[in-house]
């Protein structure tokens, strides 16, 4: 997951580390102590909003499961708190109660339903400015590792938490270079890869990973003079 580009937003001061931190533990705690799951999804909610990909499964997770009727009512109040608070925030902010929205329209941040990506990934795969090229690959290697992580029946909060941060990339109509960022937050999305390296002999393995190591800092140096920020 380390070498993933544009890892270091994970050191930028923007909220993807405490994002990933949270919610990793969340879903880690998901079986065993469902109220702290949703204590932590609560708190990835007051940093971003894709929290939404945390608190779905932690609530559907507390159904689903042999949980007390008072472990369901409370891990389904308490999980969505902090994104509600988020957006009330927002809104109090704005001055209007869909001021998330307003604001992402304001960015030019809105939805097409995954057509722009079509035409970015056509566009940018084989041609185009490096970085264009390695979101472009970026975003086709996570569509693979999806479905290579439902082939090998992850467990299914990590499948849908993973799912639901990917299709939120793809239904984006902009900031296609940015997806590398978002999908950093897709965490389990590397699962595959480390089930196939466990195969590997210890030498080969590390080799693999100092190579990654050294592509991504090299890609990221190249970033810096060129004034691209993530």
Not at 10 to 31: C, D, I, N, Q
Request: proline letters at 7%.
């Amino acid at each position: 997951w380390g070498p993933m580009p544009v890892n270091v937003a994970l050191s930028s001061g923007r909220p993807e580390s405490w994002f990933v931190a949270l919610a990793a533990r969340s879903l880690w705690l998901l079986a065993r102590h469902p109220v702290w799951a949703a204590v932590l999804a609560a708190l990835a909610g007051l940093t971003r909003f894709q929290a939404i990909a945390v608190i779905v499964p932690v609530m559907v997770a507390a159904w689903v499961r042999p949980n007390r009727l008072t472990t369901r009512l409370a891990v389904t109040a308490i999980a969505p708190l902090g994104l509600l608070a988020f957006l009330g925030l927002v809104a109090h902010r704005t001055g209007r109660l869909d001021g998330w929205l307003a604001v992402q329209q304001e960015w030019q941040s809105v939805s097409d339903w995954g057509a722009s990506k079509v035409r970015f990934l056509h566009e940018h795969l084989l041609h185009g400015p490096p970085i264009f090229q390695v979101a472009a690959w970026t975003i086709v290697a996570a569509c693979l590792l999806f479905v290579a992580s439902l082939v090998l029946r992850l467990p299914w909060p990590l499948n849908m938490y993973s799912g639901l941060l990917l299709a939120g990339v793809i239904a984006q109509a902009s900031y296609h270079p940015h997806s590398m960022r978002f999908l950093l937050m897709a965490f389990p999305l590397v699962f595959p890869l480390a089930a196939w390296g466990r195969r590997l002999p210890t030498w080969l393995a590390a080799g693999i990973l100092l190579g990654l190591c050294v592509a991504s800092a090299a890609f990221q140096s190249g970033l810096w003079p060129n004034q691209i920020d993530f």
